[in-house]
């Protein structure tokens, strides 16, 4: 019964190299993301997860805006020359998924249950974390290729200018970005440490 998930999780891989074109049609996009958000565990239930697909001019939109506050922090040399290639394959994909956590729900259920005050963020984070992996899991089952990046928090400029220009409450966090679309290339080879010393079966 598990074979299916395990063979998608394995199929899961960081893939920069994306065409701008989606074998997969928008609806079925949406219909994925949407039932992971459904599904997606959260700390007592609170459903703190957001999702904002962008494609096309959208798309375009977001990567320059996320492009224009990163590079200008950077000077001239190799680190500005590496950010660039990969901000422009980045704009160069399909789409992309922006997550959120919305700190309104996580305040709420902080004030719900304050001797859980020192969890909460952590907690919020890994239910983030458990929805970004749904999503990338399930687009790579469906043939696309994704990378998970962090640029959507690069400054508090930024931030300002996505809610903005996406019209989302200002209240949602961002806690990754995910651009995706056909693979024009295979992941990079990857390689693991032994597992048996990163899991443990204990019988007694
Ligand atoms: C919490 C977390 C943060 C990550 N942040 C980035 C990132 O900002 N940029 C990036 O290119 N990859 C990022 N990655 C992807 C990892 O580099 C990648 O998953 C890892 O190298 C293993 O490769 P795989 O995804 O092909 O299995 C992140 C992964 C995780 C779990």
Request: net charge positive.
């Given at each position: 019964m598990s074979d299916a998930y395990l063979k998608a999780a394995a199929t899961r891989r960081t893939n920069?190299?994306?065409?701008?074109?989606?074998?997969?049609?928008d609806n079925k996009i949406e219909a994925i993301v949407q039932a992971c958000v459904l599904h997606n565990p959260s700390t007592f239930n609170t459903q703190s997860g957001r999702a904002v697909i962008v494609t096309g001019a959208a798309h375009a939109k977001l990567w320059k805006l996320v492009s224009e506050s990163q590079l200008k922090t950077l000077e001239q040399g190799p680190r500005r020359t590496l950010v660039e290639s990969r901000l422009k394959a980045f704009a160069g994909a399909y789409g992309s998924i922006m997550f959120f956590e919305d700190q309104a729900v996580i305040d709420a259920i902080t004030v719900k249950m304050p001797m859980f005050t020192k969890q909460f963020p952590t907690w919020s984070s890994n239910s983030a974390g458990m929805l970004q992996v749904a999503v990338w899991t399930a687009l790579s089952a469906e043939g696309l290729g994704a990378s998970l990046q962090h640029?959507?928090?690069?400054?508090d400029e930024l931030v300002a200018d996505i809610h903005k220009t996406f019209s989302l409450?200002?209240?949602?966090?961002?806690t990754a970005i995910m651009p995706f679309g056909d693979p024009a290339a295979p992941p990079a080879e990857k390689t693991f440490g032994p597992i048996e010393e990163r899991v443990k079966f204990i019988k007694e």
């Open positions: 920069y190299v994306l065409a701008n074109k989606s074998s997969v049609p640029n959507g928090a690069y400054s409450p200002t209240t949602w966090t961002s």
